[in-house]
C-alpha cells in the first residue's frame, strides 16, 4: 500500500516543522509550506505597529524537506503565503498537480505582523485582514481543494493548530498579559472552520479536531526573549505538538480519537507520547 501523504503548512520552523517531521517518522510523505524556502530568507516578523524587526529566523522549507527525507518518506516544499490568496491557490494546484491531494492536512501557518500585539485603538485594519486571510481564508482554499478528494475517498483528516486567543479571555492588555484583537480574530474564525467542517462533512469520514498547542517555546519566540532579557517561556518544545498530531493521525488507537479540540500538551502527557 502507498504511504498516507500529508500537508502541513508554516512548516519551516517550530511547531509546522516538528509536526512535518513526526508524521514522516509515522511513515506519512509529507508537503510542506511556508514563505521561507531557503535558509537566511529575512522577513519582518514585527508583531506591533511601533517596532520593525527585520531577520532571518532559524529554519526553512529545505531543511524540513531533508529531515522527512532523512527519514524514508517523500517531501513536497512549496512556497506559500498566506496572506497571498493568489500564492495559496497556486501552491495547492501544485499540490494536486504532484499528488493529486492529501489524506490529511495541518492548518498550522499564521501571520505574524502588526495587529499581534497592538491595542484596540491601535490595530492597523490591514493586520487584520492579514490574520483573517492567513488563518481562514487560506485554510478555506487549501481545504475547498482537498476535501472533494477526501470525500470521495470516504474520509480525510483536518487538523487546525488553534489556540486559547480564540476562546479565552485575555489576561490584560495586548503585551500585557493579552493579545490583539487582530490575532483573537483570526484565530477564532480558523477555529470556527474545523467545528463547521465537523457538522457538515463529519458523517461523510471527515475528522475535523482544533488542537491547542498550548505554550511552545518555538525559535521565534527564544531568540526575543533573550534579546529583550525576559525569563524563559517554561513552554514546551515544538516536539511535543508534533507527537500528538502524529498519534492522531498514524496511530491506530489515535484514528479513533475524535473531538472537536484536542489540548496536545495534556495529550502527550496522558498517552507517555514525549519524554517531558
Known sequence: MS?????????????GKAIAVALAAAGYDVAVSARTVHPGEVRDYADTVHASNLRALPGSLDETSALIEARGRRALPIAMDLTDLASVGAGTQ????SWGGVDAVVHNGRYLGPGLMDVFMEVPFDGVRKMVDAHLLAPMVITRALLPGMLERGRGHVITITSGAAYNVPGGPAGKGGWGLAYAAGKAAGHAMALILRAEYGARGIRAINVEPGNVATERKLITLRETGRAAPGGSPP????????????????????????DAQGLAKERNLYDF
Not at 501544485?94 to 498537480?97: G, K, N, T, Y
Not at 500528538?244 to 480519537?257: C, F, K, M, T
Request: hydrophobic share 55%; net charge negative.
Open 94 to 97: 501544485r499540490l494536486m498537480d
Open 239 to 262: 516536539e511535543v505538538v508534533g507527537a500528538a498530531v502524529a498519534w492522531l493521525l498514524a496511530d491506530p488507537e489515535g484514528l479513533q480519537y475524535d473531538a472537536p479540540a484536542v
Open 3 to 15: 504511504a498516507p501523504t500529508a500537508l502541513v503548512t508554516g512548516a519551516s520552523r517550530g511547531i
